[in-house]
């Protein structure tokens, strides 16, 4: 194991506190567990991660032909690269 300092709120803190006392473990132990269970749900370098965060980036856009946008984001890059 390796050391590392967090930084903590007041209410953190005492939260971790209470819940150390009351299910008798270490701060440190409920910190590594709670560190563990976000590694386990946020798979930041997977496919399916991008995709998540992805979802929904295009809703308030309104295009009502989507070959004609590309056709017109594509004249764009030809009017660049020329």
Not at 6 to 35: D, F, G
Not at 36 to 48: A, G, M, Y
Not at 50 to 78: C, M, N, P
């Amino acid at each position: 194991m390796v050391k590392t300092h967090v930084n903590l709120t007041e209410s953190q803190k005492e939260q971790l506190q209470q819940m150390s006392e009351a299910w008798k473990v270490p701060v440190a132990q409920l910190i590594r567990e709670a560190v563990d269970r976000f590694l386990q749900n946020t798979p930041f370098d997977s496919f399916e991660y991008a995709l998540e965060q992805a979802f929904g980036l295009w809703k308030d856009h309104e295009i009502e032909d989507s070959r004609e946008y590309v056709r017109q984001l594509r004249q764009g890059w030809e009017d660049r690269l020329a």
